[in-house]
T-cell receptor, first 116, second 111 residues
Framework: EPEVTQTPSHQVTQMGQEVILRCVPI?????FYWYRQILGQKVEFLVS????????KSEIFDDQFSVERPDGSNFTLKIRSTKLEDSAMYFC??????????????FGPGTRLTVL | DAKTTQPTSMDCAEGRAANLPCNHS???????VYWYRQIHSQGPQYIIH???NNETNEMASLIITEDRKSSTLILPHATLRDTAVYYC????????????FGTGTQLKVEL
């Protein structure tokens, strides 16, 4: 069964450094998402991406964040200058183009980002 | 998106049905009810969704009240592997809609 994959599974970085989190969505999916979950807290939406552009972003997704689909298979989240509060589990999700109310998003296993 | 209210936690004996309630009293006519679950910090997993009719799939059943203000997710024969946080989410139709997760219900299935 196809699945969303994410690399690395755990990333440790120093405050102020840039990190790139990578995701490979399911191949025929057209909508892509990033969510994050700070330890012990809710899963929070960051950004959605469709047709090579951001379709929606949350207040969390400020100028320090960017997303890219560089080669038609990978979907990346970049944090330019990490802060301690960026430490969280980051989940990538994708879904196919469907009609009506169907909105099954397929989530990856997550990347745990630790900022020291 | 309409807000949902769920109990913080529930227990269920293995092999018994787990009935997880959700209130969504401000739901509008073009909003669907979705259920996802998250097993111990793994990525959330889709379970089922519905608009107004009851729905069943291989994982669960979804019962939506006639006024659509509440729903119940039913796991007919809960197993230990069903221990997870269950999220009831109301989603507007159309587009690449984000999922707005609440705190969910921590379901613990015990022997």
């Amino acid at each position: 069964e196809p699945e969303v994959t994410q690399t690395p599974s755990h990333q440790v970085t120093q405050m102020g450094q840039e990190v790139i989190l990578r995701c490979v969505p399911i191949s025929n999916h057209l909508y892509f998402y990033w969510y994050r979950q700070i330890l012990g807290q809710k899963v929070e939406f960051l950004v959605s991406f469709y047709n090579n552009e951001i379709s929606e972003k949350s207040e969390i997704f400020d100028d320090q964040f960017s997303v890219e689909r560089p080669d038609g298979s990978n979907f990346t989240l970049k944090i330019r200058s990490t802060k301690l509060e960026d430490s969280a589990m980051y989940f990538c999700a994708s879904r196919p183009r469907t009609s009506g109310g169907y909105n099954e998003q397929f989530f990856g296993p997550g990347t745990r980002l630790t900022v020291l | 998106d309409a807000k949902t209210t769920q109990p913080t936690s529930m227990d269920c004996a293995e092999g018994r049905a787990a009935n997880l309630p959700c209130n969504h009293s401000t739901i509008s006519g073009n909003e669907y009810v979705y259920w996802y679950r998250q097993i111990h910090s793994q990525g959330p997993q889709y379970i089922i969704h519905g608009l107004k009719n009851n729905e069943t799939n291989e994982m669960a059943s979804l019962i939506i009240t006639e006024d659509r203000k509440s729903s119940t997710l039913i796991l007919p024969h809960a197993t230990l592997r069903d221990t997870a946080v269950y999220y009831c989410i109301v989603v507007l139709t159309g587009g690449g809609n984000k999922l707005t997760f609440g705190t969910g219900t921590q379901l613990k299935v015990e022997l």
